[in-house]
């Protein structure tokens, strides 16, 4: 029957970039919505075109570019660059455009703080769209890879250790040989003017690395800190969910419950989450969003955290944590199972003792046990696991938190079983399909910006999903067109007449039959 006959690489054809990219790409979705962002009010450099010199890239172009990029699982400036002169969605995006990596790596080094207003920029679109229900949040953090080796990052155990290693080596009774008839060969050199002593095998390399270490550890200890990234500095050594660790940040994101859109996110140096659930939930106050239900995991489970957020009147349901009770101790004589009475400020423990405070009311921390009790009952054995004797035990200031958190988070258990429907999928996204596993910027403030994009590029591909294309162009058509664009007849000319002069000097300048020319213009 035959196979299906493609076209003749020879024969000539006349097709439109306009033709060859679909109907309901999302590139067109990008494009569209760049078209009416108002770049220099966001803050982008080189809006307007100069009057003089090279004629730049169009900002627009190149933010186009990115974003699309960082949709694809394309962010490589090198990559991009490829993909301006073989794709033909690039090549129509950016209007057959073709930028060198340094022209695109420099952009985004230039407009990394308005590179992260266009994400906000959309989210507000999003909510004025109604894509953003605002009854309910989800908070989620997971660790990305920075652009830092494991063997580029040193602690200060690991920098003393090092250092210890290096002073056992030169301190070996061989290399004290060589080292003393070292010396003297420098001596007899000096005394007969020469330069021929020959440093032993491995001595200065060792020297550079005991110099270097203690470099770093004298920076550790002016800082204060305890850790050191010599590639990226603020990255930090963080476990990952494989069970080991790298070097990486902890990225914390806000999700929508509605349509799953990511509303705010943060970029942590803290490998904990711990101590981020209040500043988030702040943010979104700040945002506008008023009574709404904030989910969380147990890691999230922070007792200071939970009084700001029931300060803020917004009901904070996360997992409570279990405590670290002995092993082998049996489950009805664990910490939960002793009853606080606040009345009488007394605990009752499983066998129906009471356990009295033997600390002050609105101490910190606080002790309640009974020795007298302890000494007659017959599951002491098992109950009271140490040397002391006796069943103790610790409330500490946030304890009423915590039993108001878990009282929440005993009647919306239902609820909580949807945190890993909205947010799970979210950062899985992002990781794998949209290949964001890793940063390729460096620091933390580049590295929000990569965040950022990557946020941007998810929630285009959700809002895709929710609206379709046709509404989704219709409501970006609907928006005033940025004025910033439209460049008046004036300014053209302007511009014209510069690059016009510059031409002018560079081939007329040494031709004495165009000097008048030159006066001329």
């Known amino acids: 029957m035959g196979y299906v006959e493609g076209t003749s690489r020879e024969q000539a054809s006349i097709w439109s970039l306009e033709e060859m990219v679909a109907e309901e ?17 966001l803050g982008f450099t080189r809006t307007q075109p100069a009057e003089t010199g090279r004629p730049a890239y169009p900002p627009d172009a190149l933010a186009k570019l990115y974003v699309y990029g960082y949709e694809n699982c394309i962010r490589s400036s090198r990559k991009l ?11 129509w995006l950016t209007g057959n455009l073709t930028p060198d990596h340094k022209t695109i790596a420099e952009f985004r080094r230039q407009n990394v703080r308005p590179l992260q207003k266009l994400f906000r920029e959309f989210v507000k679109l999003c909510r004025s769209w109604e894509l953003v229900g605002g009854n309910l949040f989800v908070e989620d953090g997971t660790k990305i890879k920075a652009s830092n080796n494991k063997k580029n990052n040193f602690s200060m155990k690991k920098i003393k250790d090092r250092l210890a290693r290096i002073e056992k080596k030169i301190g070996d009774a061989r290399l004290d040989e060589k080292i003393d008839a070292y010396m003297a060969e420098l001596e007899e050199a000096d005394r007969r003017e020469e330069m021929s002593a020959k440093a032993p095998d491995g001595l200065k390399e060792l020297l550079e690395r005991k110099e270097l270490y203690e470099e770093y550890l004298a920076g550790l200890e002016k800082s204060g800190e305890n850790e050191l990234s010599t590639v990226d500095r603020d990255a930090r050594l963080m476990g990952n969910n494989r069970g080991g660790v790298d070097v ?33 939930a702040k943010r979104l106050i700040r945002m506008g969003y008023r009574k709404f239900y904030l989910l969380a995991d147990k890691g999230f489970y922070n007792g200071e955290d939970l009084l700001k957020v029931r300060k803020y009147k917004i009901k904070a349901i996360v997992a409570r944590q279990k405590p670290s009770d002995p092993k082998g101790q049996p489950e009805e004589f664990h910490s939960d199972k002793f009853e606080y009475d606040s009345k009488s400020d007394t605990y009752r423990c499983p066998a129906g003792e009471t356990l009295d405070a033997h600390s002050k009311k609105g101490a910190a921390r606080r002790n309640f046990f009974n020795k007298t009790a302890c000494a007659g009952c017959p599951h002491v054995s098992v109950c009271a696991v140490g040397q002391r004797g006796y069943r103790a035990v610790t ?6 938190v915590y039993e108001a958190a878990d009282r929440l988070f005993d009647e919306n258990k239902n609820l909580y079983k949807l945190r890993q429907q909205i947010v799970e999928h979210t950062f899985g996204t992002i990781k794998h399909t949209m290949n964001g596993g890793y940063f390729l910027l460096r620091t933390r403030r580049k590295v929000r910006c990569e965040t950022a994009l990557l946020c941007l590029g998810y929630n285009l591909k959700r809002a895709y999903s929710a ?19 439209i460049l008046s007849f004036r300014g053209v000319w302007s511009g014209f007449n510069g690059y ?12 004495p039959h165009h000097r008048r020319l030159n ?3």
Not at 25 to 41: G, P, Q, T
Not at 395 to 400: G, H, L, M, P
Request: glycine share 4%.
């Open 25 to 41: 790409s999302m590139v067109r979705i990008i494009d569209r919505y760049i078209d009416r962002c108002d770049l220099a009010k």
């Open 81 to 91: 660059e490829r993909e301006t002169r073989r794709n033909v969605e690039a090549m």
């Open 248 to 280: 990486s940040y902890n990225v914390i994101g806000m999700v929508d419950g509605k349509r799953h859109l990511i509303v705010d996110f943060d970029v942590l140096l803290n490998p904990s989450d711990q101590g981020s659930l209040a500043p988030m």
């Open 395 to 400: 409330r500490n200031q946030y304890s009423e």
């Open 467 to 485: 609206l379709g294309f046709r509404k989704l162009m219709a409501k970006l058509d609907s928006l005033p067109r940025r004025f910033s664009r």
């Open 500 to 511: 016009r002069q510059n031409l002018a000097r560079i081939f007329c300048a040494n031709r």
């Open 519 to 521: 006066a001329v213009m």
